[in-house]
């Protein structure tokens, strides 16, 4: 990749190669059976994943001068195993009433060796929390009610509690439990035979992502992500009022409301010691949200259906850096996605189209802006040729290019202004031929 500086001349280059090997293997067994009036549901399944990367990247001045090049090796091993039972029986009248429980052991273990060189020779780099072992141990039973207390109206009341233990080993060495009690109650008012009203008020706890207790850098992009031992889950009390409305034989439109209390928010925090901080996933408190969904199914004249799905939320938390309100860094703001079909005896074609928008990640010494490329496509396919369906398509039509955008600050987002980066990347137009069927 070329560089330029501000006025257009060239600024030195960018080189960097990434290899990803990834090996998923999952299984899993059910069973259902009837023991008088209860209706039990026996589940379990087993999830292993092997993910290797061996990353280099090399930076150059002008003249093919170094500046800086580093490599990095990372290896995870992690795994998944579930193990759940559910049952539910008729009560009196209409009513319901259901048990569950879930039992689980996760774990994620990663090596990783990062070098770097600034002309002077490779020099290790020593991350905080890059070689560790994490553990969780959680179960959680819940229970649920649910019926008719009034004509025209349907009443779901329960709710859940979910305890965990979390231990860390290695370059970490940390141990953790939590309990979390996830009450929920529904309303649901009839409006005819095919539309109705609802409302929802419920807590939500969110699940933790292993890899964000482990440290890794994106050396392309010049991005290092440290782990943090201390997560905790993200909570939030949430409130919903929604309605469904049919129209036709096959028209649909419904809408959403709702608004978020989120407790121990998720976001970006500074980590390390004053002048040797490193960026990593972190709590900063209570924030808000609130959005909207909109979805719609419109029959068309001549066999032709239109769908569009759309959500647009906001989202409001103080930045542990400046004291200043703004919002959860990478929150997803905006989704669309409109798709038009027609069927024409044995053929059918359509265009589909997605375009996503997320809010800047707050950094230690940048603001940054990333916002992947809108995607449009149009398809054919036929079933003429008996039990085969062959399908055709083009990608990528719009020729749109993921983007992103930086404002440097030095020596953080308390500091001066230090310039803009800015960068688009695309891959252009994709066709395709596709067959698939029943022999």
Do not use: H
């Amino acid at each position: 990749t070329a560089l330029f500086d501000g006025l257009g001349a060239p600024d030195g280059a960018i080189a960097g190669l990434l290899e990803e090997r990834e090996t998923v293997g999952e299984v899993g067994a059910s069973w259902r059976r009837g023991l008088g009036v209860w209706r039990t549901d026996i589940g379990a399944i087993i999830t292993r994943r092997r993910y290797d990367a061996d990353e280099t990247t090399r930076e150059e001045e002008v003249g093919g001068i170094l500046d800086e090049a580093a490599e990095q090796t990372q290896r995870i091993d992690s795994g998944e195993t579930i193990l759940r039972a559910a049952t539910e029986r008729p009560l009196v009248g209409e009513w319901q009433l259901a048990l569950g429980v879930e039992g689980a052991f996760n774990t994620l273990e990663q090596w990783l060796t990062l070098v770097e060189d600034d002309g002077s020779g490779p020099t290790p780099v020593v991350l905080p929390s890059a070689n560790v072992l994490v553990e969780e141990t959680r179960a959680e039973a819940n229970v649920m009610i649910s019926g008719a207390p009034w004509p025209r109206w349907t009443l779901e009341a329960g709710g859940s509690v979910e305890t965990s233990q979390l231990t860390q080993s290695g370059d970490a060495n940390r141990e953790t439990n939590l309990t979390y009690w996830k009450p929920s109650i529904q309303l649901v008012r009839a409006l005819g035979d095919r539309d109705q009203l609802r409302v929802r008020f419920y807590r939500d706890v969110g699940q933790l992502d292993f890899e964000d207790f482990v440290s890794a850098a994106d050396i392309t992009s010049s991005i290092v992500d440290a782990g943090n031992p201390n997560l905790r889950p993200e909570r939030s009390w949430r409130f919903e009022a929604a309605g469904d409305w049919r129209f036709g034989e096959d028209g649909a439109f419904g809408l959403t409301l709702y608004r978020w209390f989120i407790e121990d928010a998720f976001d970006l925090i500074p980590l390390g010691p004053p002048g040797d901080q490193l960026d990593a996933p972190g709590n900063i408190g209570n924030a808000d949200a609130y959005g909207a969904r909109v979805s719609l199914a419109l029959p068309l004249p001549l066999e032709a259906e239109l769908r569009i799905d759309a959500m647009a939320q906001r989202s409001e938390a103080t930045d542990p850096l400046t004291g200043q309100e703004r919002a959860i860094s990478g929150f997803d703001e905006s989704a669309v996605t409109i798709g038009f079909r027609q069927d024409v005896a044995a053929f059918a074609w359509g265009i589909d189209y997605e375009r996503e928008t997320e809010a800047p990640s707050y950094r230690l010494d940048r603001i940054e802006d990333e916002q992947d490329a809108e995607e449009l496509s149009l398809w054919i396919e036929t079933t003429a040729f008996g039990a085969v369906k062959l399908r055709a398509w083009g990608a990528n039509l719009s020729d749109s290019a993921d983007t992103r955008s930086r404002r440097l600050f030095d020596p953080d987002r308390l500091g001066a202004f230090d310039g803009t980066d800015r960068r688009a990347r695309g891959e252009g137009l994709t066709f395709g031929l596709s067959a698939s069927g029943r022999f």
